[in-house]
């Protein structure tokens, strides 16, 4: 099969120069030079190296390996600008494709042509993609039926532009959609422009918004704002609810008329720009507290995607901690292969109020302190044992064809599950249950619990 996909990267170009062949986590498993004008690595001092580690300019985003591993669709004749671990920069036209079996992709094999040089327009080109680094809606993991509709719902709405408002906690990932929102848009070659609205004060965040006048104040420079910067692109105004009253109107007037005035300057400048806002609490007690103007939510909201909690959609954890192992795994070169039962317990009865955030700088704290290749409990914060989760729900019981004596011992097992999930050691485990310790590890003999 691979001899088959060589043949025809082969004949992809006049002269190709090298050939490269990743699994579907990105670690090389073949690396040829087919030119021998070209002096680069040799296959056995890359085999077995992420590509990203070969390559250290690279990132998940700009790597067109790790974008097809991603995608499972092929970039044809793509220019890269890439340093390697030798500190060599190169200049290359790449071709990368997907290897698939039975519908899965299991690697990918890539093509390259070496070239001298590239014009400055190309690099400039090149430069400006790579900055972006922007998410995707391949960024959003998900099995959750609510978020996946929600997905679906971006792929609609990004290609107007209209104005999207995004209501979530802090965590949920408000602008990995805001991104998703730009990268699937008609501006996506435009800018993408972020702002945290509550991280700055009024006085000066009205400056960076609308941009200044030379002179406006004691050594003010001529300068463009947001708004100007973001223009054919997309502006992101992040927790607007922080904002004055008077500053909400400013922002209204912006929306309504399309121009800017700089602060200290007469004259007004037009701008073209998609805005998407966020706010961290509810919007309709924001407007009825007066923390947000209702015209201007109105204005705002044209579209409006509320994300859930991770609370709410527990069935994504074990995916999404899969998905952080395999990050932290190539950035710190580490082979955790997973969670314990009992870390897997401690997670699916946690409230997690940081969300996905919190989650993962909990699988990077515990990449930094874990012993072995399965992070255990006593690789987690210990204060994740002193929440309990849920406790105004009640466990409803489900009858079916099970018998009392199963019921009572599926109970049981999920009485010491959570006991031990909340618990430092087996002493404090059995301290909770009010028995022995000896009894406490036969139950866990009985039930196969480890």
Same mark, same amino acid.
């Given at each position: 099969?691979?001899?088959?996909?060589?043949?025809?990267?082969?004949?992809?170009?006049?002269?190709?120069?090298?050939?490269?062949?990743?699994?579907?986590?990105?670690?090389?498993?073949?690396?040829?030079?087919?030119?021998?004008? =070209? #002096?680069?690595?040799?296959?056995?001092? +890359?085999?077995? $190296?992420? @590509?990203?580690?070969?390559?250290? !300019?690279?990132?998940? /985003?700009?790597?067109?390996?790790?974008?097809?591993?991603?995608?499972?669709?092929?970039?044809?004749?793509?220019?890269?600008?890439?340093?390697?671990?030798?500190?060599?920069?190169?200049?290359? =036209? #790449?071709?990368?494709?997907?290897?698939? +079996?039975?519908? $899965?992709? @299991?690697?990918?094999?890539?093509? !390259?042509?070496?070239? /001298?040089?590239?014009?400055?327009?190309?690099?400039?080109?090149?430069?400006?993609?790579?900055?972006?680094?922007?998410?995707?809606?391949?960024?959003?993991?998900?099995?959750?039926?609510?978020?996946?509709?929600?997905?679906?719902?971006?792929?609609?709405?990004?290609?107007?532009?209209?104005?999207?408002?995004?209501?979530?906690?802090?965590?949920?990932?408000?602008?990995?959609?805001?991104?998703?929102?730009?990268?699937?848009?008609?501006?996506?070659?435009?800018?993408?422009?972020?702002?945290?609205?509550?991280?700055?004060?009024?006085?000066?965040?009205?400056?960076?918004?609308?941009?200044?006048?030379?002179?406006?104040?004691?050594?003010?420079?001529?300068?463009?704002?947001?708004?100007?910067?973001?223009?054919?692109?997309?502006?992101?105004?992040?927790?607007?609810?922080?904002?004055?009253?008077?500053?909400?109107?400013?922002?209204?007037?912006?929306?309504?008329?399309?121009?800017?005035?700089?602060?200290?300057?007469?004259?007004?400048?037009?701008?073209?720009?998609?805005?998407?806002?966020?706010?961290?609490?509810?919007?309709?007690?924001?407007?009825?507290?007066?923390?947000?103007?209702?015209?201007?939510?109105?204005?705002?909201?044209?579209?409006?995607?509320?994300?859930?909690?991770?609370?709410?959609?527990?069935?994504?954890?074990?995916?999404?901690?899969?998905?952080?192992?395999?990050?932290?795994?190539?950035?710190?070169?580490?082979?955790?292969?997973?969670?314990?039962?009992?870390?897997?317990?401690?997670?699916?009865?946690?409230?997690?109020?940081?969300?996905?955030?919190?989650?993962?700088?909990?699988?990077?704290?515990?990449?930094?302190?874990?012993?072995?290749?399965?992070?255990?409990?006593?690789?987690?914060?210990?204060?994740?044992?002193?929440?309990?989760?849920?406790?105004?729900?009640?466990?409803?019981?489900?009858?079916?064809?099970?018998?009392?004596?199963?019921?009572?011992?599926?109970?049981?097992?999920?009485?010491?599950?959570?006991?031990?999930?909340?618990?430092?050691?087996?002493?404090?485990?059995?301290?909770?249950?009010?028995?022995?310790?000896?009894?406490?590890?036969?139950?866990?003999?009985?039930?196969?619990?480890?």
């Amino acid at each position: 099969m691979l001899s088959n996909y060589l043949e025809k990267m082969l004949r992809l170009y006049e002269r190709t120069d090298a050939i490269l062949i990743t699994d579907s986590n990105g670690y090389i498993e073949y690396s040829s030079m087919v030119s021998s004008d =070209i #002096n680069n690595f040799k296959n056995a001092e +890359v085999t077995g $190296k992420h @590509i990203l580690e070969v390559y250290t !300019s690279l990132t998940e /985003d700009t790597s067109s390996i790790m974008r097809v591993l991603k995608t499972g669709q092929p970039i044809i004749d793509e220019k890269q600008i890439v340093k390697n671990c030798k500190g060599e920069t190169l200049y290359l =036209i #790449n071709s990368t494709f997907p290897i698939v +079996v039975n519908k $899965k992709v @299991i690697g990918a094999i890539e093509a !390259s042509v070496y070239l /001298d040089e590239l014009s400055e327009e190309e690099i400039n080109h090149i430069n400006d993609k790579s900055i972006k680094n922007l998410y995707t809606l391949d960024d959003i993991i998900t099995s959750n039926e609510s978020l996946l509709e929600i997905k679906n719902r971006i792929r609609k709405i990004a290609t107007n532009n209209s104005p999207v408002l995004i209501v979530g906690e802090t965590g949920t990932g408000k602008e990995l959609v805001a991104q998703s929102i730009h990268s699937h848009s008609k501006r996506s070659d435009g800018p993408f422009v972020s702002q945290n609205c509550a991280a700055i004060p009024d006085t000066l965040l009205e400056s960076i918004l609308f941009g200044t006048a030379k002179g406006s104040y004691t050594g003010a420079e001529e300068k463009k704002g947001m708004f100007e910067v973001a223009s054919e692109g997309t502006l992101f105004l992040d927790e607007i609810n922080s904002m004055s009253m008077g500053m909400q109107s400013k922002i209204l007037k912006v929306l309504e008329d399309k121009k800017v005035r700089r602060v200290g300057d007469s004259k007004e400048i037009k701008v073209d720009v998609r805005v998407v806002s966020a706010m961290n609490k509810d919007p309709v007690s924001a407007i009825e507290k007066n923390i947000i103007r209702s015209d201007l939510f109105y204005r705002l909201s044209v579209v409006q995607i509320k994300l859930p909690p991770l609370r709410d959609r527990k069935e994504d954890i074990a995916i999404l901690v899969d998905s952080f192992i395999n990050k932290y795994n190539r950035e710190m070169q580490r082979n955790i292969t997973g969670i314990s039962d009992l870390v897997k317990g401690l997670f699916d009865n946690y409230a997690w109020p940081g969300n996905v955030r919190e989650l993962r700088n909990i699988v990077e704290s515990a990449f930094n302190i874990a012993k072995s290749n399965t992070i255990t409990m006593q690789d987690v914060p210990e204060y994740l044992f002193n929440s309990r989760v849920n406790k105004n729900k009640t466990d409803t019981i489900n009858i079916g064809d099970h018998s009392l004596p199963d019921m009572i011992e599926n109970y049981e097992k999920k009485i010491l599950l959570t006991a031990i999930s909340e618990s430092k050691n087996m002493v404090d485990a059995a301290k909770k249950l009010k028995i022995s310790r000896q009894s406490l590890q036969y139950k866990l003999n009985k039930y196969d619990i480890q």
